[in-house]
């Protein structure tokens, strides 16, 4: 039989998982389907029941979904229970299974495909929504020392009381924020409207990489910024495919050969 597996959201059109789960898949001759299912608004638990009782075995879930995912679920990895939230569902014997796979997804992007080892890396997080929170962790895992900037402290303040015993970690505004940083990340959606955090230029002097993780929006201003400090810039189609990679593995215990799948989805950044 045919094994079934599907994205969540609403809405739902523009999502890229079907063709990368697709073209993972594709790698392997594996026999699956992966479609996306736009769930009403009210009605993501309904729609996600009737999906596992027609057969389905595996799902991602991207906005709005991303918080009730992980409260339906019976069991949650770690990753979910920081954030509070799940990106990525298993089902097994019936169980609901939630994992979120976005902060390996961007760790593995960062220090596999572009080369920057993290360990003792000085990272700066614009932000600390819930891109940050699911980050911080796989960061700090790796020895990196993490600073998260936010407009309020006490956001950004909650995420270094929930992990601060993994790690330096420390919460400051934009208005306090100094020293130099060798990754510059761009946890907000504000280059989704063409803006960027208001971060001093001199936060990029020195820096290896500055990463937004907004993708296919070209040369953001953000990435705009740091670029004209001399630092490399990437956004966020790596971190995309890199998570929905983890996501296979953990459904099909086999590790899809990522480089081909970023390529095919690269828009220059310019």
């Known amino acids: 039989?045919?094994?079934?597996?599907?994205?969540?959201?609403?809405?739902?059109?523009?999502?890229?998982?079907?063709?990368?789960?697709?073209?993972?898949?594709?790698?392997?001759?594996?026999?699956?389907?992966?479609?996306?299912?736009?769930?009403?608004?009210?009605?993501?638990?309904?729609?996600?029941?009737?999906?596992?009782?027609?057969?389905?075995?595996?799902?991602?879930?991207?906005?709005?979904?991303?918080?009730?995912?992980?409260?339906?679920?019976?069991?949650?990895?770690?990753?979910?229970?920081?954030?509070?939230?799940?990106?990525?569902l298993r089902i097994v014997g019936g169980q609901i299974e939630a994992d979120n796979t976005d902060g390996v997804g961007l760790v593995r992007d960062i220090t596999e495909n572009l080369g920057i080892p993290l360990s003792g890396a000085r990272v700066l997080f614009a932000g600390a929504g819930g891109a940050t929170r699911g980050a911080v962790a796989p960061f700090l895992a790796t020895g990196a020392d993490v600073t998260i900037a936010n407009r309020s402290v006490g956001k950004a303040t909650a995420i270094v009381d929930l992990l601060g015993d993994r790690g330096p970690l420390r919460a400051v505004s934009y208005d306090d924020l100094t020293g130099f940083y060798d990754i510059v990340l761009n946890a907000t959606t504000l280059s989704l409207t063409g803006d960027a955090p208001p971060l001093r230029p001199s936060v990029f002097e020195g820096a290896r990489l500055a990463y937004d993780l907004v993708y296919g929006k070209g040369l953001t201003p953000f990435l705009a910024q740091a670029e004209a400090r001399g630092a490399q810039v990437a956004d966020g189609v790596g971190m995309l495919v890199e998570q929905a990679a983890e996501a296979f593995t953990w459904w099909r215990g086999k590790r899809p050969d990522t480089a081909p799948v970023i390529e095919a989805m690269m828009i220059p950044l310019t």
Not at 38 to 48: I, K, T
Not at 54 to 77: C, M, Q, R, W, Y
């Open 1 to 88: 039989m045919t094994d079934r597996y599907a994205v969540f959201g609403h809405p739902i059109g523009h999502s890229k998982s079907p063709f990368i789960q697709g073209e993972f898949a594709r790698q392997f001759g594996e026999d699956m389907t992966y479609e996306a299912i736009e769930a009403p608004l009210d009605g993501f638990a309904g729609a996600l029941r009737a999906f596992i009782d027609t057969g389905g075995i595996g799902a991602n879930v991207t906005v709005p979904f991303k918080l009730e995912a992980f409260e339906l679920a019976d069991h949650s990895k770690d990753a979910a229970r920081i954030c509070g939230a799940s990106n990525t």
